[in-house]
């Protein structure tokens, strides 16, 4: 990292620099200047400065753009790390009520892959209460060691001794790397837990790698999906990143896990909190987008509410599942728990068909880990044709009906595209 560093004394003109920072990050103080400045009746001059404020995203405009010598950028002394110190991928157990959530098996599956790249082991972090016996199934998803953290006081998610527990883990073993599912709990747990250790922490990960140093790769969007970024913390551990469900794969089950389970113990001091559980309502539970096998999802295509009869006409002789992009959740003609995307759900079914999605970042981000993707849209150059293994150029007000007739009548199935909603 680095900052700009402002020379004053190559200053002529403060009010026209301002100009140079697109983001306003460039401003004018003044300040009481004492000594020779003071007038004759003791009272202070006044001196104007110019500063970079909290706003600078260090683009080095104003460098580029300024008089020269002014504006200088300077980068910030770097502190080795003895990367060697720091061993293993830890990912934590997230669950309610000892049911472990599926997100958990695909961290592990992705930490087994990186692990065998760098000889490291894969550890499980699992705490709760009455946890005991479910631990043994995260020995048979390939885990080396499970740190089990079982204790009354775990017994329901708090943040405050849910986050010293974690940081007990990651200061006894040292992993070089956090896995985190992007639940609920996940979210607010990572933050938490990796400002205590002044490290970084990558939200929402599609892409993670790791390299022979053990740093590692984590892409994600970012500028509102318009670009990939490529993120790595070379001089912290450890490395913290969430990933959300239906990401990665999880691993087969192994016949003879060969892994142990350690029990932990954390000071009961250390797990006070200011929350008090007073009591705990399951919500119901409904099948989710996520589980689906099979979708068909509207984009912009669909160019009337009522038009998208057709879509669910198809969905339902298929068995489907509907998914759409923001701009319908936004038009109100689907429920937001059907979006697909980085702003709405992660899926992964066998089959998904899109109807009229050109294919942004966002939306290919949350369903590009598809089985079979087939893609229908007017322009041959759509961004989805390039993740699509079933590319049909054509209107859907065309296309979607011809593929409804085709499918009932092989199936032997009437139906009509003149359903309502």
Known sequence: MGKIAVHQEKIDNHEELIELCPFDSIEVVERAVSGAGADTKGYYAVKKELVINESCKVCKLCVKNGPEGVFEFVEEAVVAIDKSLWRGIAVYVDHGDGEIHPVTYELIGKAREMAAKIDHPVYCVFMGHNIKERAADLLR?????????????????????????????????????????????????????????????????????????????????????????????????????????????????????????????????????????????????????????????????????????????????????????????????????????????????????????????????GMNNSDCIVAINTDEKAPVFEVADYAIVGDIYEVVPKLIDKIAAYEGYESSVECKI
């Open 141 to 365: 998803y390939g885990v080396d060691e499970v740190f089990l953290y079982d204790q009354e006081e775990l017994a329901h998610f708090r943040i405050e001794p849910y986050a010293a527990v974690l940081e007990d883990f990651l200061d006894k073993l040292e992993p070089s790397i956090m896995l985190i599912g992007g639940t609920t709990v996940g979210r607010s747990l990572a933050p938490r837990v990796a400002a205590r250790f002044r490290t970084g922490l990558t939200a929402d990960c599609t892409i993670l790698d790791v390299q022979e140093n053990t740093d590692l790769d984590q892409i994600r969007p970012a500028f509102g999906g318009n670009i990939m970024a490529h993120i790595y913390t070379p001089n912290h551990r450890p490395q913290f990143a969430t990933v959300r469900y239906k990401i990665f794969s999880a691993p087969e089950c192994l016949d003879k896990p060969e892994g142990k389970i350690t029990p932990c113990e954390i000071a009961k001091r250390k797990l006070a909190s200011k929350i008090k559980v007073l009591e705990v309502k399951r919500k119901e539970k409904v099948e989710t987008i996520e589980e689906a096998e099979v979708i068909v999802a509207a984009g912009r295509g669909v160019q009337k509410e009522e038009d998208m009869a057709m879509i669910y006409d198809l969905a339902k002789l298929l068995g489907a599942k509907i998914g759409t992009t923001r701009p319908l959740i936004e038009a109100g003609w689907v429920d937001a728990r059907n979006q697909i995307g980085l702003s709405g759900r992660t899926v992964k079914p066998k089959l998904i068909i899109s109807c009229g999605i050109s294919g942004a970042i966002q939306w290919v981000a």
